[in-house]
């Protein structure tokens, strides 16, 4: 297997649902709608010991991932993976409905993002973040002549099990392999 993996364009992006324990829920995972971007910065706060007119050591607080995330159109299933609320079906096939509700007490929920590119090797390469938070901002932006897209900010603190507590994977493929959903 070659060691280095040339990602090219972005093929999907799928959210997963986590429940109470920090599982993802069972046939939850919802598709980002013509992903356009996965973008990601992994960052980490450190304090420094000074003294004696020198540096003299550093401790990190743990890493995090930024991430952001955006699509085409907008699906009401990622909005509330990331913002919480719920979906309401009313009507009849040819004139039903489909509302999306936030109320203000609700909380984001935590979720995992991973996003898949294919590979100048005919492989692909997966970028799996564990626990993300939508603590940014959520826009969807309607404008004449225009596509509505949508854009999500967020950020990843790793899973939160002290036997498993990833931050982020990426996962280089042989063969491409299409994101498992399950």
Known sequence: MNENSLPFGLREVVLFPLDATGARVAGGAVKLPVSRTFSFTESEDFETLEGDDRTAASHGSGGTVDWELEGGG????????????????????????????????????????????????????HMVVYRCKADGDLEASM????????????????????????LYDFVQNETATAIDQT
């Not at 609700?106 to 492989?123: L, W």
């Not at 404008?143 to 990833?166: I, Q, R, V």
Request: hydrophobic share 30%; aromatic share 10%.
């Open 74 to 125: 907008v699906s009401l299933a990622v909005w509330k993976v990331v913002s919480g609320g719920t979906i309401t079906e009313s009507g009849t096939t040819g004139s039903g409905k489909r509302v999306y509700r936030k109320r203000a007490t609700e909380q984001r929920p935590y979720f995992d993002v991973e996003g898949r590119a294919i590979s100048d090797n005919g492989g692909d390469f």
């Open 143 to 166: 404008e004449n002549g225009s596509f509505t897209l949508t854009s999500l900010k967020g950020t990843g603190f790793g899973a939160d099990d002290a036997t498993d507590d990833f």
